[in-house]
């Protein structure tokens, strides 16, 4: 049975606000995923259904090194004829198997910060570090050699390749990750629903199976860090819990995982939430 949550208070920190989801119930004995990951000495408490089928972990972080690291993030983000979003003081870790989600009011500014998580784009002050390696400060070849080995991105940050089938783009993905997994390329299609459009490109996919290709091409390469960029927001109500099931249990796995999203059936899987303050000027 899945384990309830509830919300402790907010703390304030800067301009962010977080909520910490702890279990109501004490932990059972630790899932077969925990077992293979975790050195016995080191593994979390977990609460999970009787076939691992959803995970809700109490990670030991202060054992562990965070995946990602935010120092005193700031990040203007400048829209043509529009106003400009601000984002200062942006500060936060987040660590081997925890899933954080980033929410706020609809803006730009969420998607500026997780572009700059990425790499993608270079921020306007303070520090990102992924796997401990700092990617702030970087030339654009060297944050795309970071990104292509240690990030997934899902969402409106995702890299499908539009004349690449979907088997294709994962087989792509892991191998310029430099990963060789078939078995869990076809794990991933069985699990994601894809089975009958792996030789599909994607502008043949409809829009649910858009949002589980890039899913699955980003899990494909065994990333350290996942970033989603709302990777629900068209999805229908079954694609958002099977995503929700997968990104739980995979980051039982290892993965960090962070999302910019309103989707309770993400917002339930998250061991924390970040309010993020963004600033508007401008018309």
Request: glycine share 6%; with cysteine.
């Amino acid at each position: 049975m899945r384990s309830e949550g509830r919300r402790q208070p907010v703390v304030r920190q800067g301009s962010l606000r977080s909520t910490h989801h702890h279990s109501r119930t004490a932990p059972t004995a630790d899932c077969s995923v925990h077992n293979e990951f975790w050195p016995s000495a080191h593994r979390p408490r977990c609460c999970c259904s009787p076939d691992d089928s959803y995970c809700r972990v109490v990670t030991p972080t202060h054992r562990t090194s965070p995946t990602l690291e935010v120092v005193d993030l700031r990040i203007v983000n400048r829209l043509e004829a529009g106003p400009t979003w601000t984002l200062t003081g942006v500060s936060f870790r987040v660590y081997p198997q925890e899933v954080v989600a980033l929410t706020g009011p609809p803006n730009p500014g969420l998607s500026a910060l997780l572009s700059c998580l990425a790499g993608i784009v270079e921020a306007d002050g303070g520090t990102v570090r992924v796997g401990g390696e700092v990617l702030s400060r970087r030339s654009t070849v060297e944050r795309s050699l970071i990104r292509t080995a240690t990030i997934g991105t899902v969402g409106r940050i995702d890299e499908l390749v539009d004349d690449l089938t979907v088997l294709q783009n994962a087989e792509q993905s892991q191998r310029i990750a430099g990963v060789a997994d078939p078995v869990l390329v076809a794990l991933l299609i069985s699990e994601l629903g894809l089975t009958e459009c792996v030789d599909a490109v994607p502008d043949m996919l409809t829009r649910s199976e858009t949002v589980r290709a890039a899913v699955l091409v980003a899990l494909a390469k065994r990333p350290q860090l996942l970033l989603a960029d709302d990777p629900t927001a068209e999805a229908d109500t079954s694609t958002s819990m099977m995503i929700a099931r997968l990104l739980r249990r995979t980051s039982s796995t290892g993965v960090a995982g962070v999302l910019v999203t309103r989707d309770p059936a993400l917002l339930a899987i998250a061991d924390r939430e970040i309010s993020v303050a963004v600033s508007r000027t401008g018309p």
